[in-house]
């Protein structure tokens, strides 16, 4: 099942990259796009899964490759007196539209209502940002998500 998700930054969502000669994290990106982080979002998944007592197989969740985003901005991080860091950033409040694919053929794939309990826990206490469990970036919340093809076996992979 192929579904669109559309999420909305509660926190802001920080580049990955060690910092470059501009001393500024960047995202990772392939021409336009930004490139996600796909082993954030499935230990994120199996986390949220497994703290959630839900029996699924998070590896049925295929994640987006890439994101076109909107704009960048640089986040100034502060985190003691006299240290700072710089961040490519997308700001709170960004709107951010994704397609996951649900590979319902696999063993416990989770169902649609599972998979947006399991983004909203990701989105409340865990974040999309490598930064974001340990110090809050990159979480979200969820503001829809629904079916867009029906059957991820027509979908050529």
């Not at 502060?78 to 860091?85: A, G, M, T």
């Not at 309990?117 to 990701?122: A, H, N």
């Given at each position: 099942m192929l579904t669109l998700v559309r999420?909305?930054?509660n926190t802001p969502l920080l580049g990955d990259l060690s910092p470059g000669r501009d001393g500024i994290r960047r995202f990772r990106k392939e021409g336009d796009m930004v490139l996600i982080n796909e082993q954030t979002w499935r230990e994120q998944f199996t986390q949220a899964a497994g703290e959630a007592h839900m029996l699924v197989n998070t590896e049925a969740?295929?994640?987006?490759?890439?994101?076109?985003?909107?704009?960048?901005?640089?986040?100034?991080r502060?985190?003691?007196?006299?240290?700072?860091?710089y961040f490519e950033s997308f700001r709170k409040g960004t709107v951010l539209n994704m397609t996951f694919m649900l590979r319902e053929n696999l063993p416990k794939a989770p169902t649609l209502e599972q998979f947006k309990?399991?983004?909203?826990?990701?989105g409340t206490w865990l974040g999309l940002s490598p930064w974001g469990s340990k110090f809050g970036y990159g979480r979200f919340e969820v503001m829809d998500v629904h079916e867009i093809a029906a059957n991820s076996t027509e979908i050529s992979e």
């Open positions: 999420i909305r930054l969740i295929c994640p987006p490759r890439t994101l076109l985003p909107a704009s960048y901005h640089i986040y100034t502060h985190y003691s007196q006299v240290k700072l860091d309990t399991l983004l909203s826990l990701v």
